[in-house]
């Protein structure tokens, strides 16, 4: 068990996802709050290649979009990305 003091200052992130039908008229909002308190060579590793997240989301019928926001709630930053519903399907 690494000391305290050998970890990172501890944060959280906040991870959203907003899914939208086709016509952007209807969206489904869902998300939760992450802690993150990192070792330094974690923290270092992180930075070039990043976090990943495991999230289970209901399939979405015919087209529309996902939207993932993350926001860093130290520093309030915040990243985004869109995607197309139909690059979310199971490929065979």
Do not use: C, W
Not at 25 to 43: D, F, R
């Amino acid at each position: 068990m690494a000391d305290e003091r050998e970890l990172i200052e501890p944060t959280e992130g906040d991870k959203r996802f907003v899914r939208r039908d086709e016509e952007g008229l209807h969206a489904k909002v869902s998300g939760s709050t992450v802690g993150l308190k990192l070792k330094p060579e974690t923290y270092k590793r992180a930075l070039n290649e990043g976090l990943t997240f495991d999230e289970r989301l209901e399939s979405m019928p015919g087209k529309g979009t996902l939207r993932v926001v993350v926001v860093d709630v130290n520093s309030g930053r915040i990243g985004s990305v869109t995607v197309p519903s139909n690059a979310l399907e199971a490929r065979p």
